[in-house]
């Protein structure tokens, strides 16, 4: 018999909870290493809640740039969840907490969510693992900026390969559906076209131009699929 623990929160939760804790060390202890005090990082983590927007600003003012180039990148950065928002708010509720929804709408909430086709489950499988990530993302990276002076160069420590892998976990699910799989193929075949000839973090802008070309040739595929069962010949209107 399935426990209630087990049923609120599933495994798959406390994998993403404990990923986010240390990807968020690793980014506590790089803000710390540009002069960030623990507060402004814990601040940072709470009111941002965006890890990849947090690492270019960090990126770019270690790199000696200025903190408001760094942080209208990290906003440039965040424009993907305007694309997430649009496929999250079909389940969520149009009331007041539509605006507590809005902060946890990132990467892990929108791939989460995205599998379930029930609009409740959908839901709670997007407030769930929005709590998660609120809870365990400001602790690690408390945590890495606490300890920021011991680890002097946390990417030696290979921390920053846990988003990549738990984001590619939890998208394998989600490449099932032929429109998410094509629209997947052509968005990693955009980033990695632009990488190197644009500004950093623009292939993850342009990589959204997968999800209405996915969507378009899946619609074809299936039309044409649809043309050749019925026996009407391409071209001509049945």
């Known amino acids: 018999m399935r426990s209630p623990w087990r049923t609120l929160v599933p495994r798959e939760i406390l994998v993403i909870g404990a990923s986010m804790w ?6 506590g202890a790089a803000a710390h ?3 960030l005090a623990w507060w402004q990082v814990l601040i940072m983590a709470c009111t941002v809640l965006a890890g990849s927007s947090e690492f270019v600003l960090v990126s770019v003012v270690a790199a000696g740039g200025l903190p408001i180039v760094g942080a209208l990148a990290g906003l440039l950065v965040n424009v993907r969840n305007f694309s997430y928002a649009l496929s999250i708010g079909r389940f969520l509720r149009a009331d007041r907490t539509i605006f507590a929804a809005a902060h946890i709408v990132n990467d892990e909430t929108a791939v989460y969510s ?4 029930d609009p409740v489950a ?22 890495g900026a606490l300890v920021g002076q011991v680890i002097a160069s946390p990417e030696a420590l ?3 390969a846990a988003f990549p892998a738990l984001m ?3 998208a394998i699910p989600a490449l099932r559906d032929p429109s998410t799989r094509w629209a997947s193929v ?6 990695l076209a632009t990488a190197g000839f644009v500004a950093a973090g623009l292939p ?9 070309l996915g969507r378009l040739l899946t619609r074809r595929r299936a039309a044409s699929r649809l043309r050749s069962t019925s026996g009407t010949p391409e071209g001509v209107d049945a």
Do not use: T
């Open 22 to 27: 240390v990807v968020g060390a690793s980014y």
């Open 33 to 35: 290493g540009i002069g």
């Open 114 to 117: 995205a599998p379930h086709r």
């Open 122 to 143: 959908a839901r709670s499988a997007f407030i769930v693992c929005g709590l998660a990530v609120v809870v365990s993302w400001p602790l690690g990276a408390l945590c």
């Open 158 to 160: 290979g921390l920053d």
């Open 168 to 170: 590619a976990a939890l």
């Open 186 to 191: 052509f968005g990693g075949a955009i980033a």
């Open 204 to 212: 993850v802008v342009l990589a959204l131009l997968g999800i209405p």
